[in-house]
């Protein structure tokens, strides 16, 4: 006998930067009997997703998809462009950078890192001289949108910065919580290897990670040949061609991102980015009331996908976190890395609307209130009037 329960009614609100909420569309579509993924329905579903995928991130190359989170698809790049003791450069935009650094080091690759505060996106005139000194370097490597600070940096300047060092570094972009929620073009930006997971902008459940890489990148990964890994694009691709697998693929969630595909293309990319921005703009509206700082110092960078607010100095963010969920069934993210305790970050990106965003920004003032921490009060009204003078 439980002696103890919250029952909460109504809806939980999942308002943490990822994994986002998932649509009833998605998880309706997932709840299908489980696919022969050698038969013929199965081949069919995975080229109706590959080409959706090839859509949405807008390349001429391939899409391959893992049974992976985030982490495992930035494994996939590195290990099938570089060898150890091969160099990249990367950039310190935030906790999400960090990590891939630190994976690159353990499988052996040698890392050069711009270091940055953790406050402002990628300067592409950091890249650019780094390049000019060092023609070793194999690879770039940077964050889209930071999701741990809520910053966004600019690809097209960073494929400037490696076009006019005239250097033939490869560029790996994570777009995990970009793609789908900000305007992202991996052709026309010249991203080499954009790296990907479903529970973001897909409004996916956490599950299937994504390499979309560019045709010199295939070529590339070609000419390594001190690996045969579970990661390896060239047996995918060859197979993927007929629709199949090497391997058992994660077929319920292949329901699921067709659905999630459909959404999106229904929508329509262009409406969607302008949806991010505007509740974005919205949310920072209420934030720049409540006079809590932003974590991002450049108000171009800031995230479509994420806000992170800086609690007052002498008071706990994850206290606030905590008393919000318990409270009013709001999960809220908490500060990561070296902004544990510090910072905590409002997701407004996947399955999301207007009056999600205002009840999540209720939640939060009205927990600031209960938790005495100091703000002026009058956020959720002035997001209110954002919404109304900005209506569509
Ligand atoms: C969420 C996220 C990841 C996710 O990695 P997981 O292995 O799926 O936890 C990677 N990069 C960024 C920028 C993210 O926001």
Not at 41 to 48: I, Q
Not at 275 to 295: F, P
């Amino acid at each position: 006998m439980p002696t103890k329960s919250i029952h909460h009614r109504g809806w939980h609100f999942l308002q943490i930067p990822g994994p986002s909420n998932t649509p009833e569309r998605v998880l309706r579509a997932m709840g299908k009997p489980t696919l022969d993924h050698r038969g013929p329905e199965f081949g069919l579903l995975s080229k109706r997703i590959l080409d959706g995928l090839k859509k949405l991130f807008q390349t001429d190359g391939h899409v391959i998809i893992y049974p992976s989170s985030g982490t495992g698809a930035w494994e996939a790049a590195m290990v099938n462009l570089f060898s150890p003791g091969d160099k990249v450069l990367a950039y310190e935009t935030g906790h999400f950078a960090v990590l891939w650094k630190t994976l690159a080091e353990k499988i052996g690759i040698k890392v050069e890192w711009i270091e940055g505060d953790w406050r402002h996106g990628v300067d592409a005139q950091l890249v650019e001289d780094k390049l000019r000194n060092d023609s070793k370097i194999k690879g770039v490597m940077i964050v889209h949108n930071e999701t741990s600070n809520g910053i966004t940096s600019d690809v097209m300047e960073v494929r400037n910065a490696i076009n006019n060092a005239n250097h033939p570094a490869l560029l790996l972009v994570d777009v995990v919580s970009s793609l789908g929620t900000t305007p992202f073009h991996q052709k026309e930006w010249g991203v080499d290897v954009a790296i990907c997971a479903s529970q973001k902008g897909l409004m996916m459940p956490p599950g299937l990670g994504f390499n979309s890489i560019s045709k010199k990148a295939f070529e590339q990964a070609k000419q390594i040949t001190n690996h045969q890994s579970y990661w390896q694009w060239e047996k995918i691709i060859e197979m993927n061609a007929t629709g199949y697998f090497p391997y058992t693929p994660a077929s319920g969630l292949f329901f699921g991102l067709e659905e999630s595909l459909t959404m999106i293309f229904e929508e329509g990319l262009e409406t969607l980015t302008q949806r991010h921005r505007k509740l974005a703009s919205a949310c920072r509206v209420a934030c720049e009331t409540w006079g809590l700082e932003n974590q991002c110092l450049n108000p171009k960078a800031y995230s479509d996908s994420t806000t992170a607010l800086i609690i007052p100095e002498g008071y706990n963010a994850d206290e606030l976190r905590s008393a919000i969920l318990k409270e009013y069934n709001l999960s809220l993210g908490s500060g990561l890395g070296k902004l544990k305790s510090k910072v905590f970050r409002i997701g407004h990106l996947g399955d999301f609307n207007k009056l999600m965003l205002m009840a999540t920004l209720s939640g939060v003032e009205m927990g600031m209130e209960l938790t005495k921490i100091p703000f002026q009060k009058g956020g959720v009204q002035a997001a209110m009037k954002y919404l109304t003078d900005h209506p569509g």
